[in-house]
Every structure is written in C-alpha cells, then in structure tokens.
C-alpha cells in the first residue's frame, strides 16, 4: 500500500503562490500516474492535475490551466504543485492521489486507490 504525505498549505493573498508536495512511500513511486484533487466546503471534490509515471504527460482542469504546474520528482518519491497567480476561488482542501495500477481516466478521483490526508490552501482576497 503506498502512503502519500502532503505539505505546503497555508494562507496565502490573492495573487501569491504556493508550492504542494505530496511524499510517497511503500512502492515503487516512479511505476504509477498521480494526481492532485480539491475539495472546497459544500463542495464535489474537483480533478486539478495529473501527471504520467514518467512526467512526460501532464493534464489539467481548465480552471488553472496557466497558472499551476504539476512535477515530480521520482528520485524523491515526490510530486509538486506549483500553484501561482492564485485566486479566492482556489480555497479548498488539496489531495494527492495515486494510480498503482487502474488506469482509468485521469481527471476522475475512481481512477486513483491511494489518497494523501490533505492540506488546506486558503487564499484571501
């Protein structure tokens, strides 16, 4: 079973950045695609980033298309998101997700069987 760590929440203004990571142990970190969710209050959790095992192939909701990154770093067991020009509306608890072997469509949370506890990203206008 792999476990996931996510850090670097915090509160940030409108217009700031912050950079989350998500540290994984138990397998192998570099064989499997990972993905950062959110969760706002009285919300669906949200699909935000995917990235292939490799880093080759990244996707993203529209909503932060330009302004996050999403990056690993498999000798660190470690995968980012850069997230600037940050906006009110990016509130919410963010996950780090993994797919050790479904395969599914990335933007949905079923396609993934490991998940991280969340850290809260607050972002005051």
């Known amino acids: 079973q792999v476990q996931l760590v996510e850090s670097g929440g915090g509160l940030v203004q409108a217009g700031g950045s912050l950079r989350l990571s998500c540290a994984a142990s138990?397998?192998?970190?570099?064989?499997?695609?990972m993905g950062w969710f959110r969760q706002a209050p009285g919300k669906e959790r949200e699909f935000v980033a995917h990235?292939?095992?490799?880093?080759?192939?990244?996707s993203y909701t529209d909503s932060v298309k330009g302004r996050f990154t999403v990056s690993r770093d498999n000798a660190k067991n470690t995968v980012y998101l850069q997230m600037n020009s940050l906006k009110p509306e990016d509130t919410a608890v963010y996950y780090c997700?993994?797919?050790?072997?479904?395969?599914?469509?990335?933007?949905?949370?079923?396609?993934?069987?490991?998940w991280g506890q969340g850290t809260q990203v607050t972002v005051s206008s």
């Open positions: 990235i292939g095992w490799s880093g080759g192939y990244t």
């Open positions: 997700a993994a797919d050790t072997g479904i395969w599914g469509p990335p933007n949905r949370d079923d396609s993934y069987d490991c």
């Open positions: 138990g397998r192998t970190f570099s064989s499997y695609a």
